[in-house]
């Protein structure tokens, strides 16, 4: 897949906007950022003959595609699969190689690989030679390629990766599943991530912006000078009317070859325009470099103009005002698209879960792809920034914790460097439940840890999650800036009393578990209830032994108005980690506490008598597919509470239930309802202080309908209905977008729900839909978002998922056009979706 046009047109927008100096000369040229992601060749596994590493290799054999690529995620699915990482193959040793030409004119200039993520143990060879590589799979790192590549003559790159087995918790994906970049620069240029942009004083009439260059010279001594613009941007990041502040060039500084130096300037922009979650408003600072009065290199770096703050008894203030933190936590694949990053699938997850209400995401476990911070940049969205998910003790055989000692401080400052300039980065989070919580002396590589970050950046706190009630008073508390508990609601009072100076949020809560559509009988408050068939009831009451219901999370920060939100396990479901039906759980047992531990190996070795692996979570809010669970509108009640809306569950299909006790819930933002069932009225409810939910416990279920009132301080608020369906009849389809672009990543995600001849949809339907596209395009993947489905992801037919299914269409580059997909299915009207792709003009 290849990275949006916006990106490419960004790339343009930059060299078009260079000086006329830089025609000097070829050496001196405009530095260019040039997508490196087409036409390579992939094998999987070590060559059987010869040596993949020499540029000479034979691979005209080998499998011919474009970057980024998941290679596991093609599967197949196994259930001889240890571990619990999605039952897909994505461990072992993977080649990638390239052939491409530079030009003559190259000569002189520096070259540089960028590689965004690749999994993992990355090694690197050019012409033959290893000039370098990266064990971490999810940092982004740069290889000099200037004294190994030939200008004017064809080149080859090879990179090998070597993904380890037992080396994660859930679903890590494998291959170079990030974008890859050739960049191309002046031997005097700005370094690597080398502008770091600071607002230390921001007023309504003014704001003060540091501009913080560093400058390589990988030429001969000479001297540097810098000068920076700065311009608003608009929605779409491009740059608006004049220059709103300008510095003009510092004093020349000497810099010898082979070294750097460090040139900083203050600008003043007036009346600045505030990056916020309900306005996300953007800058860019175009910094000139030059050397000998010429212009050598220039650089932009979009940034945000805000003040952040945790304080202690207010949660987090973003620009003086209180923003409670309405967080969820995301891991890094795209469902059935794999790890492979694709904008627009980042961009569709965002714009689901700005619909609930989220205003905020963590990065769990680790860096997340770059475009992950762009799009939070232009939509409005605060990060967490997370690190690691271990430290130097282990989780998993092969994890991170053997690259630890060596790889720590590169793969931290890595990190900070390439993401501070990002406005939603609002916290560094150095680690997620890590072992070395219960060591008496572990506190002290929190520490240092965090020291390393405020090497790095100042301007924001460290944080990071502990779920070991002992980490608010062993020390662990005071090693870091921001502390966040992972499932203690019931802590935070205690904690506070202790700690009344240290800010605090959940770092991670709820871990509610459910499946689309599935509902259980009797219904149960018991959190280890409503299991039934490799299913968890859709009811919102089940969770893990060490997690809670969303209701008591709510409670937890309502009682404890000091806390400054939540992060919710998890936004979306994502491949591995099938708690409660995990083939192998040791890992979650790292509780020191000897009751608690014992209750959950007992809870745990339970359920593994009669667990299968599924192949996917059961924690998020929204299914693996992106259709919503019903906890979407319990979180959405809560967290858009000026949104008249109003949702029942379960639904109304349950012939095998005539007459039988069915709780009906109402989840809505209103503060009381009447439920009525075939217009008979089965009484009004008031929500009381602590209620997130009202509850009919008592409904005996007819067919027919079944609808609820909801009211505002006394007026009507909104209502919702469910209705019993007839069989199934007919297809209905709905794209997300049906304007897509000719870039051969665009993506158009289509949903189909199977309804009755009325049109309402039919909830408990399995039938087998197939699906054919016309037009300039693909299918690229389907699914149906049942955490037990093994069948391909690539299939071009699927079982529906209680009455729903997903296809992903993907453009064709520079093929633009009408695009006609059609799902049928037996017994029942087809139905089709047209869609019109056209030549990319950038989004």
Known sequence: MQPLPRLAALAAFCLAALPAAFSAAAADGPRERLSFNADWRFHKGEPAAGKADDGAFNDAAWRKLDLPHDWGIEGPFKQEYAGETGKLPWWGVGWYRKHFTLPADDAGRRIYLDIDGAMSNATVFVNGREVGGWPYGYASWRVDLTPHVKAGGENVVAIRLDNPPDSSRWYPGGGIYRNVWLVKTAPVHVAHNGTYVTTPQVASDSALVNVQVTVDNDG???????????????KAGRRTGAAVARQDATAAAKVAAGKQVQLTQALAVPN?????????????????????????DQYETPFGIRTIAFDAQ???????????????????????????????????????????????????????????LDLADRMGILIVDEAFDMWGEQKTPNDYHRAFPAWHE??????????????????????NEIVEQGKPEGWKVAAHLAEIVRGEDRTRPTTAAYNHVSSGYNGFQNAIDLFGYNYKPHEYGKFHASAPHIPMYGSETASTVSSRGEYFFPVSDEKSKGLANFHVSSYDLSAPPWATAPDVEFKGQDDNPFVAGEFVWTGFDYLGEPTPYNADTTNVL???DPVQRAKMEKDLADLKKIAIPSRSSYFGIVDLAGFKKDRFWLYQARWRPELPMAHLLPHWNWPERVGQVTPVHLYTSGDEAELFLNGQSLGRKKRGPRDYRLRWDDVKYQPGTLKAVTYRNGKPWAEDTVRTAGAPAKLALSADRDKLQADGADLAFVSVTIADKDGVPVPRTHNRIRFSLTGPGEIVVTDNGDPNSFESFQSKEKNAFNGKVLAIVRTRAGAGGKLVLTATADGMQAAKVVLESTAAQGR
Request: proline fraction near 6%; charge should be positive; hydrophobic fraction near 40%.
């Open 314 to 372: 207010r949660g987090f203030l973003l620009n003086g005002k209180r923003v409670p933190i309405q967080g969820v936590c995301q891991h890094h694949d795209l469902g059935a698209l794999g790890t492979a990053i694709n904008v627009r699938a980042l961009e569709r997850q965002l714009e689901i879960l700005r619909e609930m209400g989220v205003n905020a995401i963590r990065t769990s476990h680790n860096p997340p792809a770059p475009e992950l």
């Open 272 to 296: 600045p325009r505030l990056w916020s979650t309900e306005a996300p408003q953007r800058y860019v600072a175009v910094t000139t470099v030059t050397s000998k009065g010429r212009a050598v």
């Open 590 to 592: 790292n509780f020191t």
């Open 220 to 234: 001969a001594d000479t001297d540097v000078q810098v000068a920076t613009e700065i311009y608003a941007l608009d």
């Open 410 to 431: 590169k793969d931290l400052r890595t990190m900070v460097r390439r993401d501070r300039n990002h406005p939603s980065v609002i916290a560094w989070s150095i680690g």
